[in-house]
């Protein structure tokens, strides 16, 4: 049988993609822990926060503790978006109600898709519990996924499964662009390389 286009893409994943190829965990060192450069958490350009004036008042130690706040924060977000959203979304390719509207080769190539996105939700959260427990951070559910939540909640029945598959899409475009662009340096770059699908 030949492949469609969206397939093309998982030619090689039983040999390049993370969950297949690179099945190990990612622990933190003493000598990683130990960093103090706020840059090497979590970029500043996405912390918002980080940006507003006044904030070069602020002590070294408290500017750290913003930056590894961020990053177990997105850690988690990423953990909730793919459990809640992406898999979802892939659900309604293989079984759901838009299922008629893919191939049988692309149904079972959106599987693949599904085990990549259980292994970003399982590393996220294992590199989220490090760092909290490392440094008794708070944990906060995204306020954008409370957004997301309400958005989805107020569709119509028959089109649920429609609106968790344009979140998903685009949350997974947006994430996608934010890894591109950062310095290799930072602990953010490295853990975007592990999200590597093929």
Known sequence: MKKTDSCRYFATWDTTSTVRSRPNRYLFTDTEFSETTPERWFPKA?????????????????????????????????????????????????????????????RFCALKLYADEGYHALFSREL??????????????????????????????????????IIAFVSETIITENFHGYHTATYYHRYSTCFKIT
């Open 128 to 165: 989220s519990d490090q760092v909290t427990n490392r440094f008794s951070l708070p944990r906060m559910r995204s306020a954008r996924l409370h957004h997301l939540d309400r958005s989805r909640a107020t569709q119509r029945h028959k089109h649920q499964e429609l609106a968790a598959f």
């Open 46 to 106: 996405l912390i918002p926060l980080a940006n507003q004036a006044g904030m070069e008042i602020l002590p070294e130690a408290a500017l750290l503790r913003i930056h590894i706040g961020h990053l177990v924060h997105f850690l988690d977000y990423t953990t909730e978006l793919e459990i809640s959203y992406v898999n979802r979304a892939i659900c309604c390719i293989t079984q759901g109600a838009l299922s008629q509207h893919f191939s049988s080769q692309e």
